[in-house]
């Protein structure tokens, strides 16, 4: 049973950053792709980014050059790094991983920004 967990979230003024940490057991994770994903109370659950097993990357269009994936297979870990944090991403955030048409969800963490 893969299980993923969340964790780095918090509270933070805008323009600070952040870095989320998703860390993951359980399972071959260097097979997985590896995805954050977002939801704000009233909105759909968004795709943020996510990492392939080789490490390619994908994000969110209004995120790009704000947020930056990376994947530590060694240690099975997936971590968020967001810079220059908006109002607009407060949200929770959720970990996810996916093989196999399996897929596989963390709990989530809080992010707040807020002056």
């Known amino acids: 049973q893969v299980q993923l967990v969340e964790s780095g979230g918090g509270l933070v003024q805008p323009g600070g950053s952040l870095r989320l940490s998703c860390a993951a057991s359980?399972?071959?994770?260097?097979?997985?792709?590896v995805a954050w994903y977002r939801q704000a109370p009233g909105k759909q659950r968004e795709l943020v980014a996510s990492?392939?097993?080789?490490?390619?990357?994908n994000y969110a269009d209004s995120l790009k050059g704000r947020f930056t994936i990376s994947r530590d297979n060694a240690k099975n870990m997936v971590n968020l790094q967001m810079d220059t944090l908006k109002p607009e991403d407060t949200a929770v955030y959720y970990c996810?991983?996916?093989?196999?048409?399996?897929?596989?969800w963390g709990q989530g963490t809080q992010v707040t920004v807020a002056s």
């Open positions: 996810a991983g996916m093989a196999s048409g399996m897929a596989y």
């Open positions: 359980g399972g071959i994770f260097s097979r997985y792709v």
């Open positions: 990492v392939a097993p080789g490490g390619i990357t």
